[in-house]
């Protein structure tokens, strides 16, 4: 084998007739990888073998040895800024060798922008000045009316029952941890709901899955009762942690809903098998029940066993549209704009694929 | 002072680590890498102590309601008593074979099967609440559920169902569950750049 190797160095200068041999810096990366590619028509490759010199001349040292049909190689054992040369030789399952010519000198280094993301850029950032535009609107003192929203509405009428009831009102925020926007969003509103409870004197139950958000739950429910001015009825004994078991912590939410007869549920946050559960158990003790939730497989559940669902996006739209601040609803809008460009988008990119295509039709009839 | 500590600086973090946290996405540069590595590591050890916090609160809750005999102690009881025991069994390893390993296998495991064992019960009966078609859009949910059901069964496959299911499935299914994802999306980036800016300040407490 190595006598084959040896010759097909010696033969190989430059690579066969219909072949590729690329060999470049690692795109959109933080550095210490040259990429090696290579291309043409071949039976399947056997064997890749990739020798690497810090000159032309070499002498080429072995660097990787491959196995299999594979087409391209990530060097990452390389120093940035560093020139390296390379030689690859392909073995096909027929046993032809294929050598490249000497590729190089490349480099590695670091980028310090992703180019694969700059689609997702430009959008996003016309999105955030569609957003900001709205929000200095709101400041200049432009007026924004929103569409009612039924579960929205439906947040302070459940905690309103359970003000008459005389009974406590549940909150969970979900599985998921604080680095969650979902649980982010639960939490903004579980701010709104303590703030109603503390008006109305009522006490509110939080059992917790997650340990961090435990934590900030807790401090969350005791600023809304300062904000309301009945700090004398935040009790930190209601703000609980119960487990981070999935089914440990259904089974000990069920159970305070059982023993303590709360009036209100609010499942707000990401959930996920344990849904079920806990919305069918409050919904055979007779609570109203308002679930929040952009966990789209558990989505049906929460329709069919709640009173009021917020879909996706009214989870995240809730503490701008309870609390009826301007500045805070102006991103509304501005997510409302946004979906309009992006119909628009799409139904525009629907024309143009059925009017290529057509033309594809014509242009291979007229052929 | 304390207004600083509770409001001004955590707004200011935010708005911080926040254009950091999206600038970081988009530069994959060595030095975005070892900060956000740094971050990770930060956010592992604030974690950490949260757990510390959240032990505290189980112990609180479940130690007051076997005190208050409220007459649900014996609940109260049994987790306090697994949460000492298994703490006691994990300091002396959890390895296979381990006493902690013997508890989690044969007490935790099966006690978790059954919890979600249940869910086919509850599925069945919020299904029936859901199936009965009082309404237009209750008996279109109904129609649709039916040829999926059936579609995913021999019976179906012999009739053609399969194909209608897989349509609902890869047409109008994929359809709303893309919209609603777009949506998520519009609104987890609204809320971000409200709580970046300081415009929401509702998880600070209002």
Known sequence: MTGVLLIAFLIGQSAPKGFTFKAFDTPNDQGNSITLEWSGDTTPIKIVRIFRADNAVGPFTPAKILFGNIHSYDDKDVQDGKPYYYKIILITTENEIIASPVLGPVSSKPSWFDMSKLPLFIVLSFYILVLLYYILSARKGKEIKLRPIAGLNAIDEAVGRAAEMGRPILFTTGLLSIDNLSTIAALNILAHVAKKAAQYQ???????????????????VRESFLAAGRPDLFNSDDIFYISSRQFGYAAGVTGVMLREKTAAHFFMGYYFAEALLLTEVGASTGAIQVAGTDAITQLPFFIVTCDYTLIGEELYAASAYLSKDALLSATIKGQDIMKAVIIAFLVILFFVAIGAESLAMKVANLL | MKRFLSRTLPLLMVLIFGVLGAIQYF???????????????????????AVIMAAISFLRYHYKKIMSSEGDTLYSSIALVAFL?????????????????????NIFVPINSTMFSLLAFY????SYRAFRAKTFEAALLLTAAIIVILGTTPVGSSIFLDKVTMWIMSIPNLAQKRGILI???LGATATSLKIILGIEKNWLGG
């Not at chain 2, 590595?37 to 592992?44: A, P």
């Not at chain 2, 025991?85 to 002396?92: E, K, Q, S």
């Open chain 1, 202 to 220: 009522t006490r509110l139950i939080v059992p917790n899955y997650n340990p961090a958000v435990y934590t900030v739950a807790e401090a969350i």
């Open chain 2, 27 to 49: 530069v994959p540069h060595k030095v975005s890498q070892v900060y956000y590595r740094t971050i990770l590591t930060w956010s592992i050890g604030v974690s950490s102590m």
């Open chain 2, 85 to 105: 025991a298994m703490l006691g069994f994990g300091a002396f390893g959890t390895d296979k074979g381990s006493l902690f390993y013997q508890f989690y296998q």
């Open chain 2, 123 to 126: 599925m069945a009966s919020a």
């Open chain 2, 183 to 185: 949506g998520v999306g």
